[in-house]
């Protein structure tokens, strides 16, 4: 063994002692990890140090690959802080596997650490998912890991000096990840979990029965999830989550985070945050990590924090900026770094809840009455942190903060104390408006208990639920921001029902009684408070809308109702269009469709032409609706679109020869429009005798 070496005037005597006094014969991997330390820091190639030693090379068992390096730990630390650092870094890595051995932490000349450290893992996964996992891991705030496989030093440290241009690679076209859009009838998709969770089908809301996309087996082990703009479904495993997109659903994306329970994505589905639900401590800290998609990268790694409710992290309208709550703070990170915005959190004492606003950069907030200051809701720009308006409140039991689904409103329900003895309560609504000068307030008092509120996502109305003392069931009142006022447009009284819910367009509402309830729904056009119908689907426990408004689904699922599960399909104004029964139907997800390309000048013109395709659109849903087969439909239009062929060639044909043509008569031929009668012909389809009353 050799115990002194002398490499460009530097002594090696106490590292090489360290590595190889207990290493007789054949290395250890922990041993030839030492080696690879030796070979870097004094450039000696591994094969000459090891012939020198006397020692053989470790088999393919015992290699290196299972050995990482930690680097940014604390530099300088000596003594009985030495061991403690020690204990800390085994006691994070040790959540990926099983650490062969002490962490080794090398020491400077002046016996000091020297900022890195290395680890053996009992196999080479668990050492991926730790370099996977762990890398970016704060420590503190100066300290932030940066984890590698030793094999990669040798690699990195014998780089070549000559620059060798990459080879360029041949240009391979991606698949349209929204060819679902171009559906010719423009229908939309959604997917269905059924089978007790055994199997997910995707289908297409054809009229008279769902087209079937795709359909899999044991597609996730939890639930399923579409990004928002409905680019990519989710699965959740118990390894990570993975991404899928494209006609058949491929995979396209996945991510490392075991025992991951729910996530969440930016708006902008640039970003995606995985939680695996561990508890708030410096031995878990990838509870959190948000996600690069585009990359398939992890961008950085957080611990869960005090706070429980989800989603933690909190996006801004655009996707560039999240936030989270802490203890007197809010922590504000930009998207692109996962750094806190100007180097610091925004310091809130007592921040009870804060929210974004859906279409500006401006967080809302409020704080509790603490003595003799009063309880306030707060509203701050960002960049610049200026506060742009507060409200000062009195009494107050709780506050509750709901963003007009535009960012045109703010509605902040609070709940007041009647007396002294701070036992009973009353609410009352501050509304904001946040587009006109200096944010006036506008004021709603109630002193029945508040059940629910529900903002008309395009629209200037929103609804309360709220209880009656005189009468079972609640009330529903809906009111309306006028340009100058607010006012009730109608209250709805003894409705036995339990939710609100709007369509994503406006205007169109349905009243559900789900759960635990009657399973009651009714269908109300609030332009003038019509109700279009009545009906129920018994012991529903969910209602959703499709991304256009036009239809509606109330479902029973296996993970609340273990009978009659399933869901029925309505129209807007309530009329069943499709029933199904599906034994173990646990849910159903329509897919987003993302904002549209059109200016509101030409959405306007959409809207004005209405009346000129109207026509076109009954035609095809009356032949949809009809009982005509598919394939007879399918063989007509082949025709029609073979006829369509022919006539295009042929008048091309004619427009060529023109010339010759009259070249040949010697007389200009007539090109006036053609007359023509035209001849209408309806035949019957079906005839349907439909009782009223």
């Not at 088999?59 to 290196?64: D, E, F, L, P, R």
């Not at 989270?324 to 998207?335: A, C, K, P, T, W």
Request: charged content about 25%; glycine content about 6%; proline content about 4%.
């Amino acid at each position: 063994i050799v115990c002194k070496l002398h490499v460009n005037g530097r002594t090696a005597s106490h590292v090489t002692r360290q590595c190889f006094n207990s290493c007789p014969g054949r290395l250890s991997a922990k041993a030839m990890f030492k080696v690879h330390v030796l070979c870097v820091v004094f450039n000696i190639p591994t094969a000459e140090l090891i012939r020198m030693c006397g020692l053989k090379r470790p088999t393919a068992v015992s290699g290196v690959e299972a050995a990482i390096v930690v680097d940014n730990i604390p530099k300088g630390v000596e003594g009985d802080r030495l061991k403690k650092l020690a204990v800390v870094i085994k006691r994070i890595m040790s959540r990926f596997g099983t650490i062969v051995g002490e962490p080794v932490l090398p020491l400077d000349e002046r016996g000091v650490t020297a900022g890195y450290a290395f680890l053996e893992y009992k196999t080479e996964a668990q050492a991926k998912e730790a370099v996977d996992t762990a890398n970016g891991y704060k420590l503190d705030n100066n300290h932030i890991f940066s984890v590698n496989f030793l094999t990669d030093l040798e690699r990195y440290a014998n780089l070549s000096e000559s620059f060798a241009p990459p080879q360029s690679q041949e240009y391979v076209e991606e698949e349209n990840l929204r060819q679902w859009l171009q559906n010719s009838d423009a229908q939309d998709q959604y997917l269905v979990h059924h089978g007790a969770g055994k199997y997910c089908s995707i289908y297409y809301n054809a009229t008279n029965e769902p087209k079937l996309v795709h359909e899999k087996e044991y597609w996730t082990d939890k639930y399923m999830r579409f990004t928002p703009k409905g680019t990519y479904a989710a699965s959740l495993h118990k390894q990570g989550v993975i991404l899928w997109g494209g006609a058949d659903f491929p995979k396209k994306k996945r991510f490392a985070h075991r025992d991951v329970q729910v996530l969440d994505f930016s708006p902008c589905e640039r970003y995606l945050v995985t939680f695996n639900n561990a508890p708030h401590s410096d031995s878990h800290p990838d509870a959190l990590i948000v996600w690069d998609i585009r990359l398939g990268e992890k961008k950085r790694a957080f611990n869960s924090g005090p706070q429980k409710e989800w989603p933690i992290f909190k996006w801004n309208h655009d996707g560039s900026m999240f936030a989270r709550m802490g203890d007197g703070v809010i922590s504000i990170y930009e998207s692109s770094t996962c750094r806190l915005h100007n180097g610091e959190s925004l310091v809130v004492k007592g921040i009870c809840q804060f929210s974004w606003s859906p279409s500006d950069n401006v967080i809302a907030y409020w704080t509790p009455e603490e003595l003799s200051i009063p309880a306030r809701v707060n509203l701050v720009e960002l960049p610049s942190r200026q506060e742009i308006r507060s409200i000062n409140l009195f009494s107050v039991a709780d506050c509750k903060i709901v963003w007009h689904g535009q960012g045109d409103y703010l509605a902040v329900k609070v709940d007041r104390f009647t007396n002294n003895r701070k036992k009973a309560t009353v609410a009352n609504f501050e509304i904001f408006r946040m587009r006109e000068k200096n944010i006036p307030v506008e004021k709603i008092e109630l002193k029945d208990p508040v059940q629910g509120f529900a903002w008309e996502p395009h629209g200037n109305k929103f609804a309360i639920m709220h209880e009656h003392a005189a009468f079972p069931g609640v009330s529903i009142s809906f009111y309306e921001m006028g340009s100058d006022s607010l006012k009730l447009v109608k209250t709805l009284e003894k409705k036995l029902v339990s939710h609100v819910c709007w369509s994503p367009q406006g205007q169109f509402v349905v009243l559900a009684g789900l759960k635990q309830s009657n399973g009651i729904l009714e269908f109300y056009d609030t332009s003038d408070m019509t109700l279009a119908n009545v009906t129920e689907h018994l012991m529903a426990t969910d209602v959703e809308w499709d991304p256009t408004g036009r239809f509606v689904v109330s479902s029973v699922s296996y993970w609340m109702q273990k009978v009659d599960t399933g869901y029925n399909i309505w129209s807007l104004s309530g009329k069943l269009l499709q029933r199904h029964s599906i034994d173990g139907f646990c849910q159903l997800l329509w897919r987003p469709r993302p904002k549209t390309l059109l200016s509101e000048e030409q959405l306007e013109g959409v809207r004005r032409d209405r009346k000129k395709y109207a026509s076109m659109f009954e035609i095809q849903d009356r032949r949809a609706r009809s009982n005509v087969s598919e394939a007879w439909l399918e063989r007509r239009q082949r025709m029609m679109a073979d006829w369509k062929e022919f006539r295009g060639r042929v008048e091309g044909e004619m427009e060529d020869s023109a010339d010759r043509r009259r070249e040949l008569r010697g007389e200009d031929e007539d090109v006036g429009e053609e007359e023509y009668d035209v001849e209408v012909v309806e035949y019957l389809v079906k005839v349907e005798e439909n009782i009223v009353g």
